[in-house]
Nanobody, 126 residues
Framework: EKQVVESGGGSVQAGGSLRLSCVAS????????MAWFRQAPGKEREGVAA???????TYADSVRGRFTISKDNAADTLYLQMNSLKPEDTAMYYC????????????????????WGQGTQVTVSS
């Protein structure tokens, strides 16, 4: 059974940094797209950053230049380094992964992914 499990959330003051991790399991190889999404209370889930099987990355405009997505293929682990955090970054952050060998056309579209974690909370105070 394929699954992804996030960790690394927490509380930080504005301007601070956090790094989220997401371990994928149940795959026979690491050739699958992965992404980070977030959902704030009362808002829709939005794509934050994604990495495709060809290693290309996509970022939401709101985080470009502040967040960095990376993937350790040997460990099949996805990371999200978040710098210069703002109160508006406060949300539940979710990791998502797709089926193996699929090139995701719309990396920040939640419907592109089949496997989801339970989420990890990020809270940024002003």
């Amino acid at each position: 059974e394929k699954q992804v499990v996030e960790s690394g959330g927490g509380s930080v003051q504005a301007g601070g940094s956090l790094r989220l991790s997401c371990v994928a399991s149940g795959y026979t190889n690491n050739m699958h797209a992965m992404a980070w999404f977030r959902q704030a209370p009362g808002k829709e889930r939005e794509g934050v950053a994604a990495v495709n099987i060809d290693t290309t990355t996509t970022y939401a405009d709101s985080v470009r230049g502040r967040f960095t997505i990376s993937k350790d293929n040997a460990a099949d682990t996805l990371y999200l380094q978040m710098n210069s955090l703002k109160p508006e970054d406060t949300a539940m952050y979710y990791c998502a992964a797709d089926k193996p060998w699929v090139v995701v056309v719309t990396g920040l579209d939640a419907s592109s992914y089949d496997y989801w974690g339970q989420g990890t909370q990020v809270t940024v105070s002003s």
